[in-house]
C-alpha cells in the first residue's frame, strides 16, 4: 500500500511538473499582440471653398453627397452691387483724370501730381472691381463629392472673404483614422499591418497598413489618444467619409501572458503610482 501510495504521489508530481511546464511554455508562446481602436473614415484628398471676396450669395446649384468635375458650376455670387460701384469708380477716374489735364494746362503741377495719385487710386481700385465681376461663379477646384457646405437655404446671406461654402473630397483613397491609446503608442510602427471592420458593412474586412502616427496626443471621448493613419483603396465608391468601425494593429509579437495581462498591468501601475 505504501509503495503504491509512493508511485501516486510520484506520479502526480511529474504531472504536476509537467502542468507547470506546460504552462510556462503557454505563457512565453509569442504570439501577434493587436492593438484595437476605434477609427473613423475620411476623404485622403479634400478642398474647401472658399467666398474669395465680400458679396451676396445669389444661388448654389449643388448639394451635399453629389459628385461634381472640376471646373462645374457650384454657385453664384451677386455682381449688382459690384457693378454699380465701377460704374461709379470710373467716373471718378475720368474726372481725376481730367482733372490732372486742366492743371497741367494751367501749370498748377502740385495739382497736376494730386490728381494723378488719384486717378492712380481709382486704376487700382477698377481692377479689383473688374476682378471681382470676373469671378462671380464659384467653381469646383477638384473632380469630387461634396461632402459639405448645402448654401441651398442661404441664398442672398452676406458673404465675407473666406467663409468656407463648401467642401469637396476625392473618394478614390479613403483614409483610416484610428485613436490609438496612449499606452499602446509604443507597439505601433509604421508598416504594421490594420485590419478594419466597419459598423455600416455586413461582412468583409478592410486592409491597410500604418501609414502616420501623429506627434503628439489628443484627449477623445474621455481618453488620451494618438491618431494613427492608414490609407485603403476606395475603387467601387462604397465607402464614404464619416464611416467608423473598428481596427486592430498587428504589431510585434510578444509572450502570451504579456498580450494577456498588459492592459490591466498599465492600469494597476498608473492607479498604484
Excluded at 234 to 240: A, I, P
Aim: charge should be positive; glycine fraction near 8%; hydrophobic fraction near 45%.
Amino acid at each position: 500500500v505504501r509503495r503504491l501510495g509512493k508511485k501516486a504521489t510520484a506520479g502526480q508530481k511529474r504531472f504536476a511538473a509537467a502542468m507547470a511546464l506546460a504552462l510556462v511554455a503557454l505563457a512565453a508562446w509569442p504570439v501577434s499582440y493587436r492593438v484595437k481602436a476605434p477609427c473613423e473614415l475620411q476623404a485622403v484628398a479634400r478642398r474647401t471653398v472658399s467666398a474669395p471676396f465680400d458679396a451676396t450669395l445669389l444661388r448654389s446649384v449643388v448639394e451635399s453627397g453629389q459628385q461634381l468635375e472640376q471646373g462645374q458650376l457650384m454657385a453664384e455670387l451677386d455682381g449688382r452691387e459690384i457693378q454699380f460701384r465701377l460704374a461709379d469708380v470710373l467716373a471718378n477716374h475720368a474726372r481725376a483724370i481730367k482733372k490732372a489735364d486742366v492743371a497741367l494746362s494751367a501749370g498748377k503741377v502740385a495739382e497736376q501730381q494730386m490728381a494723378r495719385l488719384e486717378a492712380e487710386g481709382f486704376a487700382q481700385e477698377i481692377k479689383v472691381l473688374e476682378y471681382q465681376q470676373q469671378h462671380l461663379e464659384i467653381r469646383s477646384p477638384i473632380a469630387g463629392l461634396v461632402l459639405g457646405g448645402d448654401l441651398e437655404r442661404a441664398q442672398g446671406v452676406a458673404l465675407r472673404t473666406g467663409d468656407t461654402l463648401f467642401e469637396v473630397g476625392v473618394l478614390d483613397e479613403m483614409r483610416i483614422d484610428m485613436a490609438v491609446p496612449a499606452p499602446d503608442l509604443a507597439m505601433v510602427e509604421k508598416g504594421m499591418p490594420v485590419e478594419v471592420r466597419l459598423e455600416s458593412q455586413v461582412g468583409g474586412l478592410l486592409k491597410s497598413e500604418v501609414k502616420k502616427i501623429a506627434p503628439r496626443s489628443e484627449w477623445k471621448d474621455g481618453e488620451n489618444v494618438f491618431l494613427v493613419e492608414a490609407v485603403v483603396a476606395n475603387e467601387d465608391g462604397s465607402l464614404r467619409p464619416g464611416m467608423k468601425g473598428k481596427a486592430k494593429v498587428f504589431a510585434d509579437k510578444c509572450p502570451l501572458v504579456w498580450a494577456v495581462t498588459r492592459r490591466a498591468w498599465n492600469y494597476l501601475r498608473m492607479r498604484l503610482w
